[in-house]
Antibody
Framework: EVQLVESGGGLVKPGGSLRLSCAAS????????MNWVRQAPGKGLEWVSF????????YYADSVKGRFTISRDNAKKSLYLQMNSLRAEDTAVYSC????????????WGQGTTVTVSS | QSALTQPRSVSGSPGQSVTISCTGT?????????VSWYQQHPGKAPKLMIY???RRPSGVPDRFSGSKSGNTASLTISGLQAEDEADYYC??????????FGGGTKLTVL
């Protein structure tokens, strides 16, 4: 079964850090580009960051640029998001999503991990 | 990277058709034929329903269709069914590996 499972969320104080992980299974992880997408409570989806299959291309939303770092380990079939200098507005469910090889849609999503930034 | 504009809610009766609009700019929706639509039921992960403006992934019913005119994309759901009640999000590729989502539309099946 094709699956993405996120972990690493939790409660953190403003200014703190967290590292999210996304474990992939059921497909050749190294062949796919990946996105992180977040959803604040009661809000819509927001694209956060992109990484290409070989990590050659990495991009961030303006809202997280300079604070978040995306990375991957193809041998471990895992995607990561290092989040530093966290703010209250970063509170959200963070999901990893697979980008299709044939277009720019995202065809596999994880259930997400919750990040709460609060003092 | 401004969010695409969607109506907050739409509704329809079983069997009817509804259309959800998604308005962007020439830098996203209007500039690329890479608009996708996602269905999200409460507490669930989003599901890809339409990609490349009008293409359906395998397994998505042909009741779901997409189109685009200028800077506005649309998702049409025909023959509404109770299980279609969900939130729907449009998303456009905006170049340089950047994506932008719409604010989401809540579909209510009356």
């Amino acid at each position: 079964e094709v699956q993405l499972v996120e972990s690493g969320g939790g409660l953190v104080k403003p200014g703190g850090s967290l590292r999210l992980s996304c474990a992939a299974s059921g497909f050749t992880f190294s062949s796919y580009s990946m996105n992180w997408v977040r959803q604040a409570p009661g809000k819509g989806l927001e694209w956060v960051s992109f990484i290409s299959s070989s990590s050659s291309y990495i991009y961030y939303a303006d809202s997280v640029k300079g604070r978040f770092t995306i990375s991957r380990d193809n041998a471990k079939k895992s995607l990561y998001l290092q989040m530093n200098s966290l703010r209250a507005e970063d509170t959200a469910v963070y999901s990893c999503a697979r980008v299709t090889t044939y277009s720019y849609g995202m065809d596999v999503w994880g259930q997400g991990t919750t990040v709460t930034v609060s003092s | 990277q401004s969010a695409l504009t969607q109506p907050r809610s739409v509704s329809g009766s079983p069997g009817q058709s509804v259309t959800i609009s998604c308005t962007g700019t020439s830098s996203d929706v209007g500039g690329y034929n890479y608009v996708s639509w996602y269905q999200q039921h409460p507490g669930k992960a989003p599901k890809l329903m339409i990609y490349d403006v009008s293409r359906r992934p395998s397994g998505v019913p042909d009741r779901f269709s997409g189109s685009k005119s200028g800077n506005t994309a649309s998702l049409t759901i025909s023959g509404l069914q109770a299980e279609d009640e969900a939130d729907y999000y449009c998303c456009s590729y905006a170049g340089s590996y950047v994506w932008v989502f719409g604010g989401g539309t809540k579909l209510t099946v009356l």
